[in-house]
DNA sequence: TACCTTAATGGCACTCAGCGCCATAAAGGA
DNA sequence: TCCTTTATGGCGCTGAGTGCCATTAAGGTA
């Protein structure tokens, strides 16, 4: 009856207890129940449990890029759709706020995390070339995912300094302050 | 007799032959002729030896800003520290060229890549709060630094693509990419 | 009911990064 | 010559991650 938020969950209790690089796959198989060699199969590595069922959100952000009329302008649409990848319902949102808080300042983690961004600039880097009819890997796709990328984490960065901050509300006055700072003589 | 560079020479070496995960810290200590915990005090980890002497060149990086004039805007004056840090002498380019291409182009690396990152992106909110008499840590310098990083990764996968392209000239089309996508209706 | 197949499990042994501890050798200074 | 500092490297350990294999549970078929 094992699955992957039993192991989570699991998972989240020790880290907050002992720390993450504290906290063995055999402390969590332990806690879990379930043989060391079993945790391997439901995540490829300890840093990929904090992490959750990111591949699948990454699809939820691909549905809500094929959902922008197509006349909507490039930036405003990109930075649209990162914002609702972002949004999260009240229910879970201080639960995202502890595994963003694990992922941002653990070092290991923050490692890892380069892993996982990729595939979430792909996401955009594939829509921009869409939208502008070239290939993912080409210049401006690229550049795009990276700068939304810096966005989003830099908004992170503050949401979990400001407590009482809305991520959202912070993802527009990351895009205001760069726009200003490029815009600045 | 032991040095940074004999080693660096022979693990690049290998890296190139056998591939950054299949050269083993003991295969690098045989080539060098040392040994293995030798080796983890030159360099604190198997992913710290394709950096080299990244500390020290952070250094100079710190010397590019102190040297900038303060009436020189303050966009223009991150962009040109940049360009700086990246500029190369002829003699050295095609070696740093390996260096980068094996750094971003091997998974196990591109995550260690994020806490080397971390060290140039502070560097630049450094002056950033400055200039702007606040603190590195507040919202706009870290900001900065990572909409920096994020046109340099860039800027160096586009060179990587292109064997004859110009990494300081790809900097200044990156920026110009950017601005021109902000600024798009 | 007996039989067969498939998927999930987990034990075992192995590789490799990395660290703590300690012994040794070389170098340099008084 | 003696003492101290520094570089070295061997040894053994922890912990992530993998390959291999045996066991068990589940589900379908004759």
Redesign the pocket.
């Known amino acids: ?3 992957h938020a039993a192991i989570e969950h699991a998972a989240f209790r020790l880290f907050d207890q002992q720390g993450f ?9 332990r806690a ?17 449990i904090p992490w959750g069922q990111f591949g699948a959100s990454l699809d939820l952000f691909r549905k809500q890029f094929a959902a922008v009329p197509p006349e909507t302008p490039l930036a405003e649409a990109v930075h649209a759709c990162v914002v609702a990848f972002n949004t999260f319902d009240d229910t879970v949102v201080e639960q995202h706020r502890v595994r963003m808080r694990l992922i941002l300042t653990t070092p290991t983690l923050q490692a ?1 995390s380069a892993i996982k961004y990729e595939a979430w600039r792909r996401v955009i880097a594939e829509y921009v070339a869409h939208r502008l009819s070239i290939g993912a890997d080409e210049r401006l796709p690229r550049l795009i995912g990276h700068v939304s990328l810096a966005i989003s984490v830099a908004a992170y960065e503050q949401w979990l300094i400001d407590p009482g901050s809305s991520l959202t509300h912070l993802l527009d006055q990351e895009m205001a302050g760069l726009k200003a700072y490029l815009a600045s003589r």
């Not at 439901?42 to 840093?47: A, E, G, I, R």
Request: aromatic letters at 10%.
């Open positions: 009856m094992t699955d690089d504290h906290t063995t796959m055999d402390d969590i198989a879990v129940g379930v043989g060391k060699r079993t945790l391997f199969r439901y995540f490829p590595s300890k840093n990929d890892h």
